[in-house]
């Protein structure tokens, strides 16, 4: 029975496939999950990676035996109870062997991205205090050993996940992964007690200035997200999981260890593999972020633009069809965000107009949608957004197309999933109730006194997946957690009388204007991003009298936007052809179109204020990445790199 509110309005259905799933409310560590997956699921495919060479197939037998045997060689190696080892590595079956494994011999992985600055890693690893390492491969340990900084760390070992032969003559041992199985495989494992309350990991926000924090994890954080999550996804054992997100990220790795622990199939993939392998999988399950989803959708939209005139004319009307078929059904329904209590009279004409419109739904999904199911491999369950709020129109978008998005919310402090959307309860354009266990509270940001039911305010959150604190940092732990237990989000937002959280920005992002006027980027920048000709976008206008932008275009669409109009849009050195006019991305015929998009987007979203208009903007052609610094690993923007490298750019145009 499913006792909690945030179940409230489950059907039958999903009440009877809770029921299935294997229950880990008793289970004390992380550990004790892969040796009760280990039995219950023993010839299933657990980890499949079809781009290593040779191929890596796991069983969850296997997979419990390697954790096990890897825990062991690292105990015999000297790691005890609480020992601290970092875990430098990406996405691989291995991975998830070394993190389980250390966790297994007793101690605390801290984790990070082999592809991050070797000064950020030198000091997760002193930091952290790690006495051994656990890296990539002996390219990430010739990163790290750069001018002796691992004997100046005292660093007393270092595994390679690959099976590549050690290097010789360094004062710590070094052994390949499969060296230390066999060292497990002669040895016996040494019990360790670890309890709900025991420190798991050790994970190390990024930030966007300063040195990063060591978030400190428990296993009970952990486990919470694992017994949490049944009340949302009830998959299938064989379930196929396509993996994609960084592994040692906090969301990624909650997921896989909840699919994981009921059974499922996780495939490794990567953005060079991801649109064949959605295809040739077929996967019912993917944690994405709200990046990868608008890919799929400018992939989506490029194949309509690139039809012929009478054929786009057809789909433009079908889609807008399908969006008013989907506003009235969500209307008739009461799960309509801009109506969440509509009067019978209003839910009557929205149920006769989604009647009314039904058949050309239907026409819609044969003609168009069935083909945008197949790009995905037609067999998707749900697709598991996080990392950022998902704008409305992709929401809607993959609502009409018959895909699933469950949206969900937290941060690596809360381990991280507070909130998440139901099947049975989808409200788009929410973050969904919150998960068994946790509590939502909205407080005035200045006084941080509770705020009536609706209002807008800043997120507080308490519940078992709250993180320890900040790891040898108790001046910023007692900053983000008051003395009754309740985390400071730094997250804007409301809850809907049903209890979904929708947030509306970043506390530390709002925009305020010379007129007092506060601005919270985020949903402005979603509805910008409805243009097909903005691939990028961030308001800029603290202290300004009005807001601006800088914006990454989308260089294809506006291409294929000037060839209608016989017109060469220049970009590179390129020679135009005959007969046509040049431009580039500052020419007036392109900036007025910019313009008439931007205002356009803004004035259609809903609850819009004069104040909300973008002023100047200008065009930037280097797009935002991880590589260039301004995307974090969840290809969020890092608003204060990106102002800081178009500082000049930002004040030359609010000079006029």
Partial sequence: MLSDSSTNGITAEHRQEYARLVDYSGVSCLPEVWSIAAEKFASTLALYNPHSQPEIKVTYSQLGEKIKLFGTGLQVLGVKATDRVALIADNSPNWLVADQGIMTAGGVDAVRSSQAETEELLYIIENSGSKGLVVEDSKTLSK?????????????????????TPPEGTRYKVLNFQQLLDIGRNSTLKPVIQQLETLATLMYTSGTTGKPKGVMLSHGNLLHQVTGF?????????????????????????????LLSQGCTQIYTSIRYFKSDIKIHQPQYMAVVPRLLEAVYEGVEKQFREQPANKQK??????????????????????????????????????????????????????VYEKVRAA????????ISGGGSLALHLDRFFEMVGIEILVGYGLTETSPVTNVRRPWRNLRGSAGPAIPGTEVKIVDPQTRQPLPQGSRGLVMLRGPQIMQGYYQNPEAT???????????SGDLGWVTPDGDLVLTGREKDTIVLTNGENIEPQPIEDACLRSPYISQIMLVGQDRRSVGALIVPNLEALQQWAQTRNLHLSVSEETAPANTQVVDCNSKIVQDLLRQE?????????????????????????????????????????????????RDIIDGMFKN
């Fill in 598 to 646: 931007l205002n356009r987007e803004v004035q259609n979203r809903p609850g819009y204020r004069l104040d909300d208009r973008i002023g100047p903007f200008r065009l930037i052609l280097s797009p935002f990445s991880i590589e260039n610094g301004m995307l974090t690993q969840t290809l969020k923007v890092r608003r204060p790199v990106v102002t800081e490298r178009y």
């Fill in 478 to 488: 007692a900053k983000a957690i008051d003395k009754e237990g309740w985390f400071d």
């Fill in 230 to 258: 049944r009340s949302v996804i009830q998959p299938q054992i064989g379930d196929r999981v396509l993996s994609i997100l960084p592994t040692w990220h906090v969301y990624e790795r909650a997921v896989e260890y909840y």
């Fill in 314 to 367: 057809l789909v433009n009307f079908l889609l807008d069809t399908s969006k008013r078929y989907i506003e009235a059904k969500e209307l008739s329904n009461g799960v309509y965000l801009e109506n969440l209590d509509p009067s019978p009279l209003k839910r009557l004409q929205a149920t006769l107009q989604a009647t009314v419109l039904t058949p050309l739904h239907l026409l819609a999904d044969k003609l």
């Fill in 376 to 383: 995905t491999g037609g067999k998707m369950k749900q697709f």
């Fill in 144 to 164: 790290l050993a750069i001018s002796n900084s691992l004997d100046r760390l005292l660093i007393e070992f270092v595994i390679l996940l690959s099976d590549e």
